[in-house]
C-alpha cells in the first residue's frame, strides 16, 4: 500500500513528493517492452480479481456513508460494486492490455533527398494526473489506459468513493508488485483533501497532463487552478438536426435514442432542430412520441404552434441546457445554414448529427460543423470511446489542442522525430 | 490597412475586437475551399512582390531606429531587407501555396462491426496567435503556414519590426483583399504596447493557440500570462554523444558542423558527452580542431586531463547553457547509461544526437531518449521543419501536449471524428 498516500499536515510537500515519483516511475515505463507493460494490465487484472473480497467490504463502506449523506440513487448506483461489476472492472484491465500496443511504433517514415531518413515514433506523454467523481471503476480503467501508453498516473478520485477506490489502488499496487515495474506507475492518493488537490495542480514540472472527470463545477475548478494542461469537456448540449430531406420515421427514432436511451450521458441529444419545410409532419410526430415516453418538450414559437399544449415554451437558457434529463429543446429553424449558425452559437463541440437522405447535404454538414464529433443518420449515443474504435475511453475533449473529441490511448501518447544519418552534416 | 490595428487608451477594448474579428475569420476560412486558399496565398505572394518599395522604405525607418538605438549586428542582419530578400519572403509564401492541403483530409477511415462508417476529418485550430521578435520575415512565414491550415492568425511582432511588419501587413491585407476571403485572415498588430499584448493573452475565448518565437525571456513572459495553450521552447541545450563505438573522424565532422556552422541557433551543438572508452583519441582531436576554428571548449576534470591548456574548466552552470556562441561544453561520460541520465538531467528536449557504428546501440538511443528529435549519426542542425520534411516551420514544441518538435502546418490543425450511419441507434 506505499502508493496510497496518506497526507500529513503538509500538502505542498506530500504533492510534490506525489508527482516527483511518477515522474521517476515514468523515466522507468517510457523504457519498459510491449511485453512488460502487458504482463503489467494482466497482473493487474489478476490482483483486483484476487481481491474481490476488500473491494467489495470497501465499497460497503462507501455505499453505507452515501446512505447517510443521503446520495441520490442515481449517484448510489454509480458507485456501487458487486463481484459481477468487480469481474467487470478486471476484465476491461484485461482488455486494455490486448489492445494494439503504440508506444515505440514508427509512423511515417521517409526518406529525404540528402539520403537522410526520418520518421515518428510514438512515445508516451510522461505524468496524467487523473481527478474523478464517482464511479470507482475510473480508478483502474485509467490506471490501465495510462499503463497502455507507458505513462505514470496520479488517481484522485471523490470523497464518495474514498473506501472503494483506495482497495482497488491497492489491488492494482499488488498487481505491479509482481512485475518488474515501478509500483509508484499507478498512485491513487487516498485523501480527498482540496489542498492536495490544488498542490498537484501546481506540479508543472513533473505533471504533463491533468484530466478531470465529473460535473461542470470540478471541471472549472480544475481549469481555473491547474498550471498543467488540462483535458476537459464541460459539458455536451448535442444537437440533433432534421433536415427537409430527412426520412421522418428514422428521424424520430434517432431522437428518441438520443434524449431517451439514457438521458443522464453527456452524448444523449440536448436540443433538436427542425427545418420549417418538414416541421408541419415532424413536430407533431416527435410530439406524440416523446408524450407518451415522458420526454417534456420546450419549444420556440413555431414548435410550439405545431406541437400545441404538449410544447412548453423555451427561454433563452434552454438554448444552452445540458439537460441530462427527459427533458427536450425543439427549435424550428428556416434552413440549414440556420441549424448551423444555430449549432456554433449554442453548441459545447461535443456531438451533433443531421438526419438527411441527401447525401451532399450530409457532407455539408460533416465539413462545416467544427464540433468534436459529427454524424450523418446516426444517434449522437455513438459518440464515445469504444463505439468509435478507440477501445477504450479515458475522456473527451472539445477543445482543439492534442486531442478532439473521445480519446484513447492514443491521445495519452505524442511523436518525436527520428532521424537515421550517415554522418550527415548541413550545409 | 483595415487589419493594422492602431490601440486606443482602452487596450482590452482593443484586443477583444481584434480576437472577435479573428474568430469570425476564422469560420469563414474554416468553410472555404482548398482553392481559395491556394489563390489567397499566391495573392498574397503577388501582393508582397508589388510592394517592395514600400517594404524596403518602412524597413530603413526600422534600420535606422536600430543603428540609433545600437541593436547588435546580429540583430540588425536578421531585421535587414533587401530586394533579394523580399523576393525569398515572396517565394516562401507561394512554396507554402503549393503544399499539399490537409484542411478536409480524410484519415484512418474504418466501418465498425455495426455498419458505422468512423473516419476523422483534418480541421483548423482556428485562431492562432504569434508573438515574436526581430525578423520581419516572420509575418508573411506565419501569415501563410496558419492560411494553408485554415486557421486565422493575429501577428504581434516585436517593436524593432515595427514599420517592416506594418508594410509586410499592409501587402498580406491587400494581398487577402483580392479575394473572397475575409481580411481579417490576418491581423497585424502594429503596436507594440506591452497592455495589449497582455490583454489579448487574456483572450481564451476567442484564441485557441499561443506561439511565441524569440529569446527565453519573451516565452518566459508569455507562458505565465497566458490563459490561452501556449506552444513553445524555451531553450535548446542539445547534445551530441560520441559513443565509443563511433567512427571518429565522423564525430569531429558533425560536432564542428553543429556547433559552428551556425552557433546563434536552437538546433546548435551546446553539450558534446564523449564515451570514456574513446575520450583519450577523440578529444585531443576535438581540441585541436574547435581550437583552430576558434572555438572555446569548457571541459569537466576528465576532458581537461586528456585536452591540456585548450580546455577551460566547466561549472555545473555550463551544462546547462545554451551558448548560442562559439563556446562548447565537453564531458567525459562512463558509459552510455551515463550519457542518457546526463541528457535526461540537463537536456532541453530539443534535440540530441549519437555517433556510433552499432546499429542496436543507435536504436537504444532512440528509443530511451524522450528528446523532440533524436539522431543517429547526423548533425543537430538537421532538427528543422524543412529539413525534416515538413515544408515548413512554424515553431517548435519542447512540450509534448499537442505538438512535439519542430511544427508546420499540420501541427496548426487538428481532427475530429466523422460518423456515417444508416439511422443507427444504439442499444
Known amino acids: 500500500m506505499r502508493s496510497c498516500i496518506e497526507t500529513t499536515s503538509s500538502s505542498s510537500d506530500a504533492a510534490a513528493d506525489i508527482a516527483r515519483a511518477a515522474r521517476r516511475a515514468s523515466l522507468a515505463l517510457a523504457k519498459s517492452t510491449t511485453a ?35 446520495l441520490s440513487p442515481a449517484m448510489v448506483d454509480r458507485l456501487r460494486l458487486s463481484p459481477e461489476r468487480v469481474a467487470g472492472v478486471a476484465a476491461a484491465v484485461a482488455a486494455v492490455a490486448d489492445l494494439p500496443d503504440l508506444v515505440g511504433r514508427i509512423e511515417r517514415e521517409e526518406v529525404r ?18 481527478i474523478y467523481e464517482s464511479r470507482p471503476n475510473v480508478t483502474t480503467d485509467a490506471a490501465a489506459l495510462c499503463l497502455k501508453a507507458g505513462n505514470a498516473v496520479i488517481l484522485r478520485g471523490g470523497s464518495e468513493a474514498f473506501h472503494s477506490n483506495r482497495a482497488l489502488g491497492a489491488a492494482v499496487t499488488a498487481g505491479l508488485a509482481a ?164 449549432i456554433e452559437r449554442y453548441g459545447s463541440n461535443h456531438t451533433e448529427s443531421i438526419i438527411t437522405a441527401d447525401a451532399a447535404v450530409g457532407e455539408r454538414f460533416l465539413r462545416e460543423v467544427q464540433s468534436s464529433t459529427v454524424m450523418v443518420n446516426a444517434s449522437t449515443r455513438f459518440a464515445d470511446g469504444g463505439q468509435l474504435g478507440l477501445g477504450a475511453e479515458i475522456g473527451i475533449s472539445t477543445t482543439k489542442l492534442h486531442a478532439y473529441g473521445p480519446m484513447g490511448a492514443e491521445g495519452l501518447t505524442t511523436t518525436k522525430f527520428i532521424v537515421h544519418g550517415d554522418g550527415h552534416v548541413r550545409t
Open 113 to 130: 533527398p540528402n539520403g537522410l531518413r526520418i520518421a515518428r515514433m510514438r512515445i508516451p506523454l510522461g505524468v496524467v494526473l487523473m
Open 36 to 70: 512488460q507493460r502487458t504482463q503489467a494490465l494482466h497482473a493487474v487484472a489478476a490482483a483486483v480479481r484476487a481481491a474481490e473480497a476488500e473491494i467489495l467490504a470497501a465499497n460497503a463502506r462507501d455505499l453505507e456513508a452515501a446512505a447517510e449523506g443521503g
Open 179 to 342: 512485475t518488474d515495474l515501478p509500483e509508484q506507475c499507478v498512485q491513487v492518493v487516498a485523501s480527498t483533501e482540496r489542498e492536495l488537490m490544488n498542490q498537484l495542480l501546481a506540479c508543472d514540472e513533473d505533471i504533463d497532463l491533468v484530466i478531470p472527470r465529473g460535473g461542470e463545477g470540478l471541471i472549472h475548478f480544475v481549469a481555473e487552478h491547474s498550471r498543467i494542461p488540462v483535458l476537459k469537456h464541460y459539458k455536451g448540449v448535442c444537437h440533433l438536426y432534421v433536415h427537409e430531406a430527412a426520412d421522418l420515421d428514422m428521424a424520430v427514432r434517432v431522437a428518441e435514442n438520443g434524449k431517451v436511451q439514457r438521458p443522464g450521458v453527456c452524448n444523449a441529444v440536448e436540443t433538436i432542430l427542425v427545418d420549417r419545410a418538414v416541421a408541419d409532419r415532424f413536430v407533431p410526430a416527435l410530439c406524440q412520441r416523446f408524450s407518451a415516453l415522458g420526454v417534456e418538450i420546450r419549444g420556440d414559437e413555431r414548435t410550439r404552434v405545431l406541437g400545441g399544449e404538449a410544447v412548453a415554451p423555451a427561454s433563452e437558457d434552454d438554448w444552452h441546457a445540458e439537460y441530462l434529463a427527459p427533458i427536450v429543446a425543439v427549435r424550428v429553424v428556416d434552413d440549414f445554414d440556420d441549424a448551423v449558425a444555430h
